[in-house]
């Protein structure tokens, strides 16, 4: 009997607490239609609001790297596209010094410069090793082919397998980094900046190889004769990542940095800037494929032997006199000195839209009646700008005091394409900055939205957008935010916001290349036209 009065009195207090949940549940939907309208719900509507979409052409994005809290990726590479146009950008950067400073010591001969730049890869399982002359497969001692990593190139678009030029330049133009009109701010660099360039240091064909994953070096003056190859150093990256590599002007390095009468310049990284400015990377063609490189553990080494006095070990002879284990011989040694990557990191794009789809309606949007097709395209490319409501709407809408439950822009792709952004950005186009669903604690990144979205077949459908929080900041009665134009572009991760540095303002950079096209306004008889869904209560 007790244990049955237990049981009925464990139920009562289950029935109790279910109760207090329903009770607070409704309590917060309760306060959740005061904060928006200091009134209770009494009505539930949907309706469908045309909206007024074209183009905007972005002549040029920043893409430098000294805002310190908006890191850009680089853009290497040509690329030629029917629908978008084509497109070729550079990479400059500055050089720094390494760590332990810059002594090349006595009778400095170079074996090879070498510009090393890492792709964005992810290793796909293993390979056969093969010979990087012949092609033949390399062996191990049982005649059984060794395993080498393989590797798949990330963050890479276009045609892979079409070769175009590459040519790397000294910079002539000095990079800041502050401001030299506001040294309280820091230098801004975009797409379109023009750049001197002085001494041509490697040109040569190139398309993407994600095999390269090795360096050999020669070393021919160990003995002091140039004929001959003293030994062969296997230079591997760590996880045996492969990374394009370009042989720079032995010449250039052993004038400019080796037999250099003016020690203080490289004293330290200021001195080193101004006296060797950087490198130009300049990619030329008529088509082939765009990398986003991020160049933290790019460099420049110079491989190199010098003379010291060492001691050989029993079994070697060092300088090549025949006699092993002398002590205080001068011998070549093998030394290497890297250069990495620093300081000042920019870009340069070049667009041409002739003859490509997207030109006319680029060239001249329809900014009274929006446009069937919308274009979004980085780098330099194209946004897209909505008008969401004109003024009589807003001001019915305003009278009627709609509590909006959910708004939003649903954007549909056109058809089957390749290599689409997976994330859009909306914004507020008259203020440059984020809408309210961003940042607000209470909506936040997930529910504006913008990633694409997949139908049942896995085919890219759809992005879409929920500005619940603005357009009920808009529609309020008393103190109304201001209707701003919304804009449409590729997300980046420079888009994020920053926690420790609250700030609505959206940045201008802009590199990735991909592009997407998407259902306009018109004609209002397409069902997957861009419009701007409501769900209302009053």
């Not at 040509?78 to 084509?86: E, H, I, K, P």
């Not at 790397?168 to 800041?176: A, K, R």
């Not at 101004?274 to 080494?301: C, H, K, P, Q």
Request: with cysteine.
């Amino acid at each position: 009997m007790a244990l049955k009065n237990t049981t009925i009195f464990r139920n009562i207090g289950l029935g109790f607490i279910l109760l207090l949940g329903i009770v607070a549940c409704e309590k917060d939907l309760e306060d959740i239609g005061v904060d928006l309208t200091d009134q209770r719900p009494f009505d539930i509507g949907d309706t469908v609001f045309e909206v007024i979409a074209y183009h905007r052409n972005i002549d040029s994005s920043r893409v430098d790297n000294n805002n310190a809290d908006k890191i850009p990726l680089y853009l290497l590479g040509v690329n030629a596209n029917g629908t978008f146009g084509s497109i070729k950008s550079d990479l400059v950067t500055q050089l720094i010094l390494p760590v332990g400073g810059v002594d090349f010591g006595d009778n400095v001969i170079i074996d090879r410069v070498v510009l090393d730049i890492p792709y964005f890869s992810t290793r796909d399982g293993d390979q056969d090793a093969k010979d990087p002359v012949t092609g033949a497969p390399i062996k191990d001692e049982g005649g059984d082919t060794l395993q080498v990593p393989n590797f798949k190139l990330d963050s890479i678009y276009g045609n892979t397998d079409l070769p175009y030029t590459i040519s790397v330049f000294e910079l002539g133009t000095f990079l800041n980094t502050l401001d030299p009109e506001d040294p309280t701010k820091a230098k801004s660099y975009y797409s379109d900046k023009e750049y001197d360039l002085e001494s041509s240091l490697f040109q040569g064909d190139f398309k993407p190889n994600r095999n390269d994953t090795v360096l050999y070096v020669e070393r021919v003056y160990l003995d002091g004769d140039p004929e001959t190859v003293n030994d062969i150093d296997t230079i591997k990256k760590e996880n045996s990542i492969p990374s394009m590599k370009f042989d720079l002007d032995k010449q250039f390095f052993a004038d400019r940095f080796v037999n250099h009468n003016n020690p203080s310049d490289f004293d330290s990284n200021d001195n080193f800037v101004r006296y060797f400015r950087g490198l130009y990377i300049d990619a030329e063609g008529l088509d082939g494929s765009l990398m986003n490189l991020l160049t933290t553990n790019a460099t420049v080494s110079i491989y190199y032997t010098n003379e010291a006095v060492v001691d050989e070990p029993d079994d070697e002879d060092l300088n090549y006199n025949g006699i092993e284990g002398e002590e205080d011989v001068l011998v070549k040694t093998k030394q290497t000195m890297i250069f990495r990557f620093g300081g000042v990191r920019t870009g340069k794009y070049e667009r041409v839209y002739g003859g490509s789809v997207i030109e006319p309606v680029l060239v001249n949007p329809d900014k009274v009646n929006g446009e069937a097709k919308l274009y979004v395209q980085g780098a330099g490319g194209s946004e897209v700008i909505i008008e969401l409501l004109d003024q009589e709407t807003l001001d019915r809408l305003r009278a009627e005091r709609f509590l909006i439950n959910e708004a939003k822009l649903i954007l549909y792709v056109d058809g089957d394409q390749q290599e689409l952004p997976e994330r859009l950005f909306l914004y507020k186009y008259d203020f440059d900055s984020f809408l309210s669903d961003y940042y607000n604690p209470r909506f936040g990144d997930e529910v504006l939205g913008g990633r694409l979205q997949y139908d049942d077949d896995g085919n890219p459908e759809k992005y879409i957008f929920r500005i619940t929080d603005y357009l009920t900041r808009v529609l309020k009665s008393e103190e109304p935010v201001k209707l701003s134009k919304l804009a449409l572009k590729n997300y980046l991760s420079t888009d994020a916001l920053n926690a420790t540095v609250f700030d609505t303002i959206v940045p201008d950079y802009n590199w990735d290349p991909k592009g997407v096209v998407i259902y306009g306004n018109r004609p209002l008889s397409n069902d997957k036209r861009l419009k701007l869904e409501l769900f209302y209560s009053k």
